[in-house]
């Protein structure tokens, strides 16, 4: 997993594979694919990788981002 570009604000754009994605959703991480934006290079994606959205919100908690940053360690 690693970051599509830089975020900016309180959405994260993270390039990852399928399985990787499945297997945070199964610990109930809540993130949606999202479609490659036009003017992407889309040469930086690898191969079996594809794009996801992730937001955060004020209810967002830092125990929330710690848990979160425990399944992708």
Known sequence: MRLAW?????EVFALMTAST???LQ????KFHE???PVGF???AI???ERLWRFVTSFATTK???EAFGRLIE
Do not use: F, R, T
Request: proline residues 4%.
């Open 6 to 10: 830089k975020p900016q604000a309180n």
């Open 34 to 36: 999202w479609k490659i």
């Open 46 to 48: 690898k191969a079996g």
């Open 63 to 65: 125990n929330d981002i």
């Open 26 to 29: 199964s610990k109930g991480v």
């Open 41 to 43: 290079d889309a040469s």
């Open 21 to 23: 994605a499945e297997m």
